[in-house]
């Protein structure tokens, strides 16, 4: 077994597809190292799991950002929302959260997205109440749901081969 | 709200997770998901100066079936026990919790064996594993030991376990051709606690219960067998349950209490709706 001290233990996290080297504090959470690298779209509300703005993605699945130590994810892959950005299988996605008006401050946002991507990868057809049921873990003070909920049922229908207007 | 500093050991095997937790007993805890632990520590409710993670500990692995029992490694994500087969067909009352437990991320990470062992008086786990019949497997470098679900909790936050002692895995006995289950919990709003849960497990043979466990949830400090249910229910027949006689026995049984959000007139009157929808759904179910 392996063991860190209190101070600094290295660990090598993949992240968006990059090898990163780091000393961190075993209490460091993988939300607060990744915005410490300066990938803050990841962003930091309750810290204790609730809200889902700290969603990212830990070797291909949504996690809580502030419930994973950045020490659980050494020799892991984790992308956050600038990489899912980048590798461009969100567009559809963002450019209907747009079209629909889905955010405002956009706090909740890349929590939103990340989280309805996966959703629609494991439910292609999913009804409105199904997508409020897989939502639920991401809370939104603005935009009051409903605009998220047509962006995300629109393009559920349009990577299905319809559309929605 | 930052943890803590805390020392962080990574498990390769279960001997090395009984060497921290023997030389360090309550100053280490074991880190599985994390998904109750690490939000206890950003609040600093807890402070462990220790974490054993186990997630790499291979013998807290796998669902199997072992003869008459499905053995459920304690590790398993409960997105993993959510989707398995072997679960839904062979234990179907887990089968039929696991949706309500938190949230879909929060699933991916949070473990069965976990969620038991912090034995959240408002989850769901505890009380389907008491309405099971579920055996507990207990291990430490002092041997293992089995407990009944029944004996496992103590109290809220509270099971049997010793600092020393790990949850390896739980046999779940497997459902039976006449086996039926009722699973189901009310909260405000989807993936909160819930205000009130039932899970119910009742062997029905020829119309007539010859068991009926029904465990209620987040009513009380643990999850709650109802003993005047089973003995009312068992012998008699599904078709002439007396659906009020079996709620006001239930309302002299377990007498719920008032947490932060809901009286204990509301949870009683909750637990009777609960039971009502599970006899009307075991009727149906054995018609």
């Known amino acids: 077994m392996s063991a860190s001290t209190p101070v600094g233990t290295p660990v090598t996290i993949t992240v968006n597809g990059e090898a990163m080297t780091a000393l961190v504090e075993p209490r460091t959470s993988l939300a607060d190292f990744l915005r410490e690298t300066g990938l803050t779209g990841t962003h930091v509300g309750c810290e204790h799991g609730v809200c889902g703005a700290c969603t990212v993605m830990v070797d291909g699945v949504t996690a809580r950002g502030c419930l994973t130590l950045a020490v659980q994810c050494d020799g892991g892959e984790v992308e956050t929302i600038e990489g899912a950005t980048e590798a461009g299988r969100l567009k559809d996605l963002q450019d209907n959260f747009v079209e629909k008006n889905s955010l405002q401050c956009g706090f909740c946002t890349p929590g939103m997205v990340l989280t309805a991507d996966e959703l629609l990868r494991q439910n292609p057809s999913p009804t409105r109440e199904e997508i409020r049921e897989h939502m639920s873990g991401n809370y939104c003070r603005c935009t009051g749901y409903q605009a998220i909920v047509d962006a995300v049922e629109l393009t559920a229908k349009q990577r299905r081969g319809g559309s929605l207007r | ?93 887990i089968s039929a919790a696991m949706p309500n437990i938190a949230h879909a ?9 976990g969620s038991l062992c912090n034995a959240d008086p408002a989850s769901e786990l505890p009380a389907c594993a008491i309405a099971a019949n579920a055996r507990f497997n207990i291990q430490s470098s002092a041997g293992a030991r089995r407990v009944a679900a029944a004996e496992f909790f103590e109290g809220t936050y ?23 289950v009722y699973f189901d919990e009310l909260a405000r709003r989807k993936g909160d606690y819930a205000m009130a849960g039932l899970a119910a497990q009742a062997d029905i043979k020829g119309g007539k219960f010859t068991s009926a466990n029904f465990v209620y949830f987040a009513v009380s400090e643990m999850a709650a067998y109802s003993k005047a249910l089973s003995q009312m229910l068992v012998g008699s027949k599904i078709a002439k349950v007396d659906v009020d006689a079996v709620c006001a026995a239930l309302g002299d049984d377990i007498i719920p209490f008032e947490d932060l959000t809901t009286s204990g007139a509301a949870k009683a009157h909750m637990m009777n709706v609960l039971t009502r929808r599970a006899l009307a759904a075991f009727q149906e179910a054995s018609a």
Do not use: W
């Open chain 2, 1 to 93: 709200m930052k943890p803590r500093s805390f020392e962080y050991i990574r498990a390769t095997s279960l001997d090395d997770v009984f060497v921290v937790l023997d030389k360090h007993d309550d100053d280490a805890k074991i880190l599985a998901g994390g998904q109750s632990l690490v939000p206890a520590m950003n609040m600093r409710f807890a402070a462990p100066e220790i974490l054993i993670d186990i997630a790499d500990v291979d013998a807290l692995k796998g669902i199997a079936l072992n003869g008459d029992v499905l053995t459920i490694g304690a590790m398993n994500r409960h997105v993993d026990v959510l989707n398995s087969a072997d679960v839904a067909t062979h234990a179907p009352l």
């Open chain 2, 105 to 113: 991320t929060i699933r991916n990470r949070g473990t069965f064996g």
């Open chain 2, 158 to 180: 509270a099971t049997c376990m010793e600092a020393n002692e790990v949850l390896v895995s739980v046999d779940v006995p497997i459902a039976k051709p006449t086996t039926h």
